[in-house]
C-alpha cells in the first residue's frame, strides 16, 4: 500500500513562488511516474506536469517556464516548484503515483492573490 502526503501549500501574492513536496510511503518509488494534478473550484482535475523514473518531464502549456517538477529517490520526494504564480493557478494541488496502481495523496491548497 502506498501512501502520499502534501505540503506546501498556501496564500501567495502573484508573481510569487511556492515549493510543494509530496512524500510517499512504500518501495519501488524509484521506478514510479509521478504527478501533480490541480482542481480548481468547479473545474475538472488537471494535469500540471509529471515525471518518469528516469528523470523525463512534461507539463502542461500553462505553467512550462514556470513550474519544475523534479524528484529525490533517496528521500521518497516529489516536489514542484511554482514560480511566477498567477491567479489562475489557484487550486487544489494534488500528488500522483503510478506503479501497477494509482495512487494519490489528499491534496494541499494553493491560492494566488491578485
Known amino acids: 500500500q502506498v501512501q502520499l502526503v502534501e505540503s506546501g501549500g498556501g496564500l501567495v501574492q502573484a508573481g510569487g513562488s511556492l515549493r510543494l513536496s509530496c512524500v510517499a510511503s512504500?518501495?519501488?518509488?524509484?521506478?514510479?511516474?509521478l504527478g501533480w494534478y490541480r482542481q480548481a473550484p468547479g473545474k475538472q482535475r488537471e494535469l500540471v506536469a509529471t515525471i518518469r523514473g528516469g528523470g523525463t518531464t512534461t507539463y502542461v502549456d500553462s505553467v512550462k517556464g514556470r513550474f519544475t517538477i523534479s524528484r529525490d529517490n533517496a528521500k521518497n520526494t516529489v516536489y514542484l516548484q511554482m514560480n511566477s504564480l498567477k491567479p489562475e493557478d489557484t487550486a487544489v494541488y494534488y500528488c500522483?503515483?503510478?506503479?501497477?496502481?494509482?495512487?494519490w495523496g489528499q491534496g494541499t491548497q494553493v491560492t494566488v492573490s491578485s
Open positions: 500522483n503515483l503510478i506503479l501497477g496502481a494509482t495512487y
Open positions: 512504500g518501495r519501488f518509488f524509484s521506478i514510479s511516474v
